[in-house]
């Protein structure tokens, strides 16, 4: 398996038990939501891991900054873009709409463009 679809598979593991853990409505879902969180935390270091392998010269630390910054100005829409949702169906229904974007990733990732 290569490292697409390995990275495919974390994100779609994760996507499921994030959607599932927020419709569950039941104390057994933060199990569910663990599990989404972590496996989402180790494909954001996988991916810095790749980004780092794949630079290299003055250029790095320059690239990862900006990668960065991207990160944390993507993350920052979609929070007002969730806490619209959240406001209009409520948070588990948000939650589980958010797993897209991933999603879209994992088949992104599976076509071989990742």
């Known amino acids: ?11 779609v593991v994760a996507a499921v ?3 599932a853990g927020a419709l569950l ?8 939501l ?12 996988l991916a810095d891991v790749r980004l780092q392998a794949r630079i290299s010269g003055s250029a790095r630390a320059t690239v990862t900054s900006l990668a960065g910054m991207a990160t944390d100005l993507t993350i920052v829409v979609f929070y007002g873009g ?16 958010a797993v897209l974007p991933y999603l879209l990733v994992a088949l992104w990732l599976l076509a071989g463009r990742g």
């Open 1 to 11: 398996m290569g490292t697409g679809r390995r990275a495919a598979t974390v994100l």
């Open 82 to 97: 969730y806490g619209l949702l959240a406001g209009a169906v409520g948070n588990p229904v948000a939650f589980a709409v």
């Open 34 to 45: 663990a599990v989404a969180f972590a496996a989402f935390q180790l494909a954001t270091v």
């Open 25 to 32: 409505r039941h104390p057994a879902g933060f199990v569910l």
């Open 17 to 19: 038990a994030l959607a």
